[in-house]
T-cell receptor, first 113, second 111 residues
Framework: SQTIHQWPATLVQPVGSPLSLECTVE??????LYWYRQAAGRGLQLLFY??????ISSEVPQNLSASRPQDRQFILSSKKLLLSDSGFYLC????????????FGQGTRLTVV | ELKVEQNPLFLSMQEGKNYTIYCNYS?????LYWYRQDPGKSLESLFV???NGAVKQEGRLMASLDTKARLSTLHITAAVHDLSATYFC???????????WGAGTKLIIKP
């Protein structure tokens, strides 16, 4: 069966510090991968998605970036965090673009102080 | 542009009652999903609705899809406290196969 791992679960970082969140998927190959952000009490905002290694599409201009160095690994990064980057970050995968049912990791709660 | 609206955004109800959450979307789509999120937790897939007239049921939850009306409903029967959560609908966007999310319905069921 497929599983998705996301870490860390919580993170407190000072403004201006770098960020790296990692997500890996097991039990499937060539998944579509997604990074979402959820502000407190709000819906989901798609940040990045990837249909293959090295293929990243950005939905929202910001100081975040994403990379997919391996088939089942997706990384969210920032060189300098802003207060507004605080939120709940969720990694998700789907089988393909033709089957968009998304399966989510446990999330990372990021607080920028 | 595909827009997804859920209502109500907040619902407080008593155990044993029935209620319906609505998900409207603005342009044609082929797939609609319902998810559940417990406080502080991630999202769990509940239902996948693929065609007009589709109905799925799991326990006290039943989801349906009317593609002509661009409307999906999530019906709760004889609510129990354990169903307290935030429920999201997500609609697949034709062309790029991304999901467009509703704002979520926070459901509180009081014993």
């Amino acid at each position: 069966s497929q599983t998705i791992h996301q870490w860390p679960a919580t993170l407190v970082q000072p403004v201006g510090s770098p960020l790296s969140l990692e997500c890996t998927v097991e039990g499937t190959s060539n998944p579509n991968l997604y990074w979402y952000r959820q502000a407190a009490g709000r819906g989901l905002q798609l940040l990045f998605y990837s249909v293959g290694i090295g293929q990243i599409s950005s939905e929202v201009p910001q100081n975040l970036s994403a990379s997919r160095p391996q088939d089942r690994q997706f990384i969210l990064s920032s060189k300098k965090l802003l207060l507004s980057d605080s939120g709940f970050y969720l990694c998700a995968w789907s089988v393909s673009s033709l089957n968009t049912e998304a399966f989510f990791g446990q999330g990372t709660r990021l607080t920028v102080v | 542009e595909l827009k997804v609206e859920q209502n109500p955004l907040f619902l407080s109800m008593q155990e044993g009652k029935n209620y319906t959450i609505y998900c409207n979307y603005s342009t044609t789509s082929d797939r609609l999903y319902w998810y559940r999120q417990d406080p502080g937790k991630s999202l769990e897939s509940l239902f996948v609705l693929l065609s007009n007239g589709a109905v799925k049921q799991e326990g006290r939850l039943m989801a349906s899809l009317d593609t002509k009306a661009r409307l999906s409903t999530l019906h709760i029967t004889a609510a129990v406290h354990d169903l307290s959560a935030t429920y999201f609908c997500a609609v697949e966007k034709r062309g790029n196969y991304q999901l467009i999310w509703g704002a979520g319905t926070k459901l509180i069921i009081k014993p």
